[in-house]
């Protein structure tokens, strides 16, 4: 299984790159992330089986004698090159806040589909567990792009609506100004001024009439 899906990545990073690559890659912004996303799976399990090999290196057995070490060793350096070219011509080429959530969510994609098959883990997890682990990748997709499309907005109290300040002002004990209530806008406050004259005058003529 991982034979078939290493040469599937191999055969669509090879399209990408020098078929699609040429003449999309400057304008869609997934051609060059998808090349580092599904090479950066490779990669992680290269990392994985050099680990494992430094691990049975310190215990003393002939790893290096092995053709297996080397062609993870040079894998990882292929893998790990083509991935910071693309990378870096989808960071210099789009923008920032664009290209890392949707780098993020196809290379973490890539990398448990790539370890679920080459170690099937998945196989020895239970139902609860399968499905909290996936709830949490999508928690984390969702707080990554929230965090990249709102990271330039800023928000103040002075841009919540009147009536939030009010209620809150009013929960806490403390009379809202007109000067507080309309965003600090001295035209509004003058209004208001005025109307709230206006008001006044008008219950004091009717209280000399009620006098009467």
Not at 27 to 38: A, E, G, K, P, Q
Not at 99 to 114: D, E, K, M, N, Q
Not at 131 to 146: D, Y
Request: include cysteine; aromatic fraction near 10%.
């Amino acid at each position: 299984g991982f034979v078939v899906f290493a040469t599937l990545v191999v055969i669509v990073s090879l399209i990408l790159i020098f078929v699609v690559g040429p003449r999309h890659g400057q304008t869609n912004i997934l051609v060059y992330i998808t090349i580092c996303s599904v090479i950066g799976a490779l990669s992680v399990s290269c990392v994985k089986g050099l680990g494992i090999a430094i691990k049975e290196l310190f215990a003393g057995k002939p790893v290096l004698n092995h053709p297996l070490a080397w062609v993870l060793l040079l894998s990882l350096v292929v893998c790990v090159s083509t991935q910071i070219n693309y990378l870096n011509r989808a960071l210099d080429i789009f923008n920032t806040s664009v290209v890392t959530p949707i780098y993020y969510v196809i290379f973490t994609t890539s990398v448990l589909t790539c370890s679920a098959i080459l170690f099937k883990e998945w196989q020895h997890m239970a139902a609860d567990d399968v499905i909290g682990t996936f709830s949490g990748f999508l928690t984390i997709i969702v707080g990554i792009f929230l965090l990249h499309a709102f990271k330039d907005v800023n928000f103040t109290l002075a841009n919540l609506p009147v009536s939030l300040r009010k209620d809150e002002r009013a929960a806490n004990g403390t009379l809202l100004s007109a000067y507080d209530s309309f965003g600090h806008d001295e035209e509004s406050a003058a209004c208001l001024g005025e109307i709230q004259g206006a008001e006044n005058l008008a219950a004091r003529r009717n209280g000399s009439l009620s006098a009467f």
